[in-house]
């Protein structure tokens, strides 16, 4: 018993020594200057990404694919940890040190395009605010840029939501079509119609011959009666990736705003005596069939974020 009792004493102490030399060797290796500055340029890779992001979702309208926004959640914020972990390692880095006055601009604008899309702001907000108080930036530096990046927060969220309400309206507006959620209060407006509706908005009735435009029909409820509202977008420039989809935004090119709450447009694509596509439509049963050329679309309107139309 002695003899084993000292063999499993000897072998504790060597894989307890053997444990701290290898820690030793990864300090040793961590604290080296040139891989820190290596390990913080993945920090640009991971600030690069949600520049793209801000820049998409400012041209573009990000729409989940199906049953794919949680995946995407737990990739987004693993990626997140990962990368802000990296940061936090090389804190004095100059690249870190420039990054950290660089991230709060950037989420800035990502929270603007994005307004209550809370998966796509909180990740990279969290990373921003951290790195921002843990990098080695002076504290100077702090207050200064901290002071102007409070300032810019409060006042531009006060401003988009004065803009939204001036350019805006009160007006809201819901997509018809066979999603329509049936406990909504429009769904009970059109629950008789219902099947007409999908009719009409199916994709085979709305999408253009060419497969360059797509007719939206909108329910509008503000203060006054409200109505339908009947667009053209473009149907060819969305942008189709693993998780999401970028929606083209900013063209969009209106036919009608007088349709009737709860009445079915007749609505769909013809050509007129020119040969010229357009969108016919009749607002009730009882009106007269009206033509409206799509051959020119509106300029994009690149302040669509703020209710700008």
């Known amino acids: 018993?002695?003899?084993r009792l000292a063999f499993m004493t000897l072998k504790r102490v060597y894989y307890s020594r053997k444990n701290r030399e290898e820690q030793t060797e990864m300090k040793d290796f961590l604290s080296n200057v040139w891989v820190r500055r290596a390990i913080s340029v993945f920090g640009i890779v991971y600030f690069a990404v949600i520049v793209m992001l801000t820049y998409a979702t400012f041209l573009y309208d990000l729409e989940f694919a199906e049953g794919r926004e949680k995946s995407f959640f737990v990739v987004y914020v693993i990626a997140s940890v990962v990368f802000l972990l990296l940061m936090v390692l090389t804190r004095n880095e100059i690249v870190t040190r420039v990054l950290s006055v660089l991230w709060l601009p950037v989420v800035f604008f990502l929270i603007l395009?994005?307004?209550?899309?809370?998966?796509?702001?909180?990740?990279?907000?969290?990373?921003?605010?951290?790195?921002?108080f843990a990098a080695g930036t002076g504290s100077n530096v702090k207050v200064i840029m901290g002071t102007i990046y409070l300032l810019m927060y409060v006042l531009?969220?006060?401003?988009?939501?004065?803009?939204?309400?001036?350019?805006?309206?009160?007006?809201?507006?819901?997509?018809?079509?066979?999603?329509?959620d049936p406990s909504s209060s429009v769904y009970a407006l059109y629950r008789n119609d219902f099947q007409h509706l999908c009719q009409v908005t199916s994709e085979d009735n709305t999408i253009s011959p060419d497969g360059k435009y797509k007719i939206l029909v909108y329910d509008v409820k503000n203060n006054d009666v409200g109505g339908v509202k009947i667009v053209v977008v473009p149907y060819d420039q969305d942008i189709e990736l693993k998780f999401f989809t970028l929606k083209q935004k900013g063209i969009k090119k209106t036919i009608s705003t007088k349709g009737i709450r709860g009445?079915?447009?007749?609505?769909?694509?013809?050509?007129?005596?020119?040969?010229?596509?357009?969108?016919?439509?009749?607002?009730?049963s009882g009106s007269e069939p009206k033509f409206t050329s799509v051959i020119r679309m509106p300029d994009k309107q690149y302040l669509e974020f703020l209710g700008i139309e």
């Open 263 to 284: 009445t079915v447009p007749e609505v769909g694509w013809t050509t007129n005596a020119n040969g010229t596509l357009g969108v016919q439509f009749k607002l009730s």
């Open 1 to 3: 018993m002695s003899v």
């Open 156 to 180: 531009g969220i006060v401003a988009y939501f004065v803009l939204n309400v001036l350019f805006g309206g009160s007006s809201e507006e819901t997509l018809l079509n066979e999603n329509l």
């Open 113 to 132: 395009f994005n307004m209550m899309d809370w998966v796509l702001i909180i990740p990279p907000f969290i990373v921003a605010a951290v790195i921002f």
